[in-house]
């Protein structure tokens, strides 16, 4: 059975860190993409960072513009888990954050569409307020 649990989330002060997890089980992360999304209220799933496998292709990571060289997307298949490590957070990156399962291979303009993932995690709520 394909599980996907997200934790980590809270509540952080504005330029703070958090560090997201995605823990998987039924299935092994070595050949499949890992996708974070986030939804705030009143507002769409957007698409936050991907990584795919290495045993395809060159293992590649995506990151949407408004978090680029703030968060970082790694993976540890010993630990079949994916981190997405958030740094200098803003008040508009709060949201919930869910992990989703991806298909092996993704590019800069499909990486992103929420239809191409085929399992979602639960969400771990995201507060960046003072």
């Known amino acids: 059975q394909v599980q996907l649990v997200e934790s980590g989330g809270g509540l952080v002060q504005p330029g703070g860190s958090l560090r997201l997890s995605c823990a998987a089980s039924?299935?092994?992360?070595?050949?499949?993409?890992i996708g974070w999304f986030r939804q705030a209220p009143g507002k769409e799933r957007e698409g936050v960072s991907c990584?795919?496998?290495?045993?395809?292709?060159?293992?590649?990571?995506y990151y949407a513009d408004s978090v680029k060289g703030r968060f970082t997307i790694s993976r540890d298949n010993a630990k079949n888990t994916v981190y997405l490590q958030m740094n200098s957070l803003k008040p508009e990156d709060t949201a919930v954050y869910y992990c989703?399962?991806?298909?092996?291979?993704?590019?800069?303009?499909?990486?992103?569409?929420?239809?191409?993932?085929?399992?979602w995690g639960q969400g771990t709520q995201v507060t960046v307020s003072s």
């Open positions: 990584i795919t496998p290495s045993a395809f292709g060159d293992g590649s990571t």
């Open positions: 989703a399962l991806g298909p092996p291979f993704f590019s800069d303009t499909t990486w992103y569409q929420h239809r191409a993932y085929d399992y």
């Open positions: 039924g299935f092994t992360l070595v050949t499949k993409s």
